[in-house]
């Protein structure tokens, strides 16, 4: 028999952990599916060397902050991983991993019904917490798929060794863009690609201005003037070091991908072995299609991060269409709060 909850949470990184923080408060029953075999979501994912554009103190989850790193700089991957392991130890959320969804239906006029590999699970309301990491983006680029070397996304890409003495493209202009040019830089002959000239922001500006900037655009505050935004490149050290290598240097795209390489705007024709594609991500909203609520554009219309087409279903850590800086540590703490409160709320009045 399928097991009920008042909640279902799809997904168990960063957003559903914050979500948890504050259910745990509300006498609500709720249980957490991830796909995952460990803690960390799609931070177990992302490279050896990712560093975070903020400092540990602005990198937290509700609770308990992020230990300072021993030396001041912004935190590792790895010491995102540790945080995140010791985070569910602390706090023990109601995690079942790994559990794949495979799909969220109506079951009747009151309960969603979320399909598992480990059986049906019910909720009078469900959380999509999936993320993006599971749906990366590469852009339709004539004769990508004529393409005879490797192409990979930065979903999937580790460490520059692989690559030592290749020619290759990184495509992308945003922040990994930035950090994966900066360490391949120094092992082979990469070539940054980028639609536009990369943005970088100035060496004092990191993730802590941008999240406060990021929430006065949404709220309309006082502060909300045109400001650079999350796509602008954090100069952490690696890109740092980089700039004064004098290698952060990109060029606008190419017009064609052939078997051996790419064809440039000027007609002129380059052999290439791999290109990286750091072109960012789309919701994973997949599981949530049976639903008919996704729109043409992808994504699914809220009142804040309560579905308009599915009132049951709730979304969180997406970006901010869904609540301002709700993809990062910190955004994804303080939009769960609200959240959960008016969700609480919400299962507590007549319907």
């Not at 991957?77 to 559990?99: F, G, Q, T």
């Not at 052939?258 to 002129?268: F, L, S």
Request: net charge neutral; charged share 20%.
């Amino acid at each position: 028999m399928a097991e009920q909850f008042d909640v279902v949470i799809v997904g168990g990184g960063q957003a559903a952990l914050a979500a948890s923080y504050f259910l745990r408060r509300t006498g609500l029953t709720y249980v957490i599916l991830d796909n995952g075999t460990q803690a960390g979501g799609a931070w177990v994912h992302g490279w050896d060397s990712l560093h975070l554009f903020s400092p540990a103190s602005y990198s937290s989850l509700p609770g308990w902050p992020m230990p300072d790193t021993p030396d001041g700089s912004y935190p590792t991957r790895d010491e995102v991983l540790d945080y995140l392991h010791r985070y569910e130890a602390r706090y023990a959320p109601p995690i079942r991993r790994p559990v794949m969804v495979e799909c969220v239906e109506r079951a009747n006029g009151k309960l969603l019904t979320v399909r598992t590999s480990a059986g049906d699970f019910l909720g009078r309301a469900v959380i999509g917490a999936t993320g993006t990491w599971s749906a990366p983006f590469v852009p339709d680029v004539a004769g990508r798929d004529l393409f005879g070397g490797t192409q990979l996304h930065s979903s999937h890409y580790r460490n520059a060794l692989p690559f030592a003495g290749q020619r290759l493209l990184v495509v992308g202009g945003g922040n990994s863009g930035a950090q994966i040019m900066a360490e391949l830089s120094l092992v082979a002959q990469a070539t940054w690609v980028t639609l536009h000239d990369p943005i970088f922001l100035p060496d004092d500006v990191d993730g802590r201005v941008l999240f406060e900037r990021a929430t006065a655009r949404v709220l309309g505050g006082p502060s909300a003037m045109p400001t650079s935004g999350f796509g602008d490149i954090v100069m952490v050290p690696p890109v740092r070091a980089a700039r004064e290598r004098g290698v952060l240097h990109a060029v606008r795209p190419f017009v064609r991908v052939t078997a051996t390489g790419v064809v440039w705007p000027d007609g002129r024709e380059e052999a290439i072995d791999r290109i990286i594609w750091c072109t960012g991500f789309r919701p994973a909203l997949g599981v949530f299609a049976s639903l008919d609520v996704i729109e043409p554009d992808g994504l699914i219309r809220v009142n804040g991060q309560q579905a308009v087409r599915e009132p049951r279903l709730w979304l969180l850590g997406y970006g901010s269409w869904c609540g301002p800086a709700s993809a990062t540590l910190l955004g994804a703490g303080r939009v769960a709060r609200s959240m959960v409160r008016q969700l609480a709320a919400w299962l507590a009045s007549p319907i």
